[in-house]
């Protein structure tokens, strides 16, 4: 079974610019998850999709960060414009129902200069 | 809101036992999970435990649950090298039947050949 697909891995922008990340769960997993992890932290939820609907968006920055998950199976979340603070690893994760135990993709390594 | 504390690193020389400790707030969660996180690599579930549990064994991983003190302790057994790694307690809670899990700080595990 493939896991969790995250594209890029790393990428590396100025303050002010705009990116995209991609994520695609595992077939079937109903619940698709947007993870920030800052160094040196642990994982903090940005937003969590059931299907294709927003379920918890509560500690998304939504001046900036958005996130969309299109007929319910892949997702993008894009930050336009970058700042310095949002260097971090976003990882994205799924379960197969609303509970249990999420799978972790790999994560994508954004540096903001 | 749910916390979730844990000390930040703990070095251990192979063979050794390891012991990671963990503390929460949130009384109703139905277990409690433990993950881990490699160099460059998404998190992975090791072990959970369920709250009505006191212990739970599976191979060399021994997790104890103290509900009073709301003290959550993972220990590995033969420390092995290839058990170097971030490991993360993570609390779950139900909100609107939907799952919001709420990750510790880490603590990264150094074993010394």
């Known amino acids: 079974e493939a896991g969790v697909a995250q594209s890029p891995r790393y990428k590396i922008i100025e303050k002010r610019q705009s990116v995209a990340f991609w994520c695609n769960p595992i077939?079937?997993?109903?619940?698709l998850y947007w993870y920030q992890q800052i160094l040196g932290q642990g994982p903090k939820l940005l937003i969590q999709?059931?299907?294709?609907?927003?379920?918890?968006d509560s500690q998304l920055p939504k001046d900036r960060f958005s996130a969309e998950r299109l007929k319910g199976v892949d997702s993008t979340l894009k930050i336009q414009p970058a700042k310095l603070e949002d260097s971090a690893v976003y990882l994205c994760?799924?379960?197969?129902?609303?509970?249990?135990?999420?799978?972790f993709g790999p994560g994508t390594r954004l540096t903001v200069t | 809101g749910e916390d979730v504390e844990q000390s930040l690193f703990l070095s251990v020389r192979e063979g050794d036992s390891s012991v990671i400790n963990c503390t929460y707030t949130?009384?109703?969660?139905?277990?409690l999970y433990w993950y881990k996180q490699e160099p460059g690599a998404g998190l992975q579930l090791l072990t959970y435990?369920?709250?009505?549990?006191d212990m739970k064994q599976d191979q060399r991983l021994t997790v104890l649950l103290n509900k009073k003190d709301k003290h959550l302790s993972l220990r590995i057994a033969d420390t092995q090298t290839g058990d170097s790694a971030i490991y993360f307690c993570?609390?779950?809670?139900?909100?609107?039947?939907?799952?919001?899990?709420?990750f510790g700080i880490g603590t990264k595990l150094q074993v010394i050949p």
């Open positions: 994760a799924s379960t197969e129902l609303a509970f249990g135990e999420q799978y």
């Open positions: 077939s079937g997993h109903a619940t």
């Open positions: 999709f059931q299907n294709n609907g927003v379920v918890d």
């Open positions: 949130d009384s109703s969660s139905t277990y």
């Open positions: 435990i369920f709250s009505n549990m």
């Open positions: 993570a609390e779950p809670a139900l909100s609107g039947g939907y799952q919001k899990v709420t």
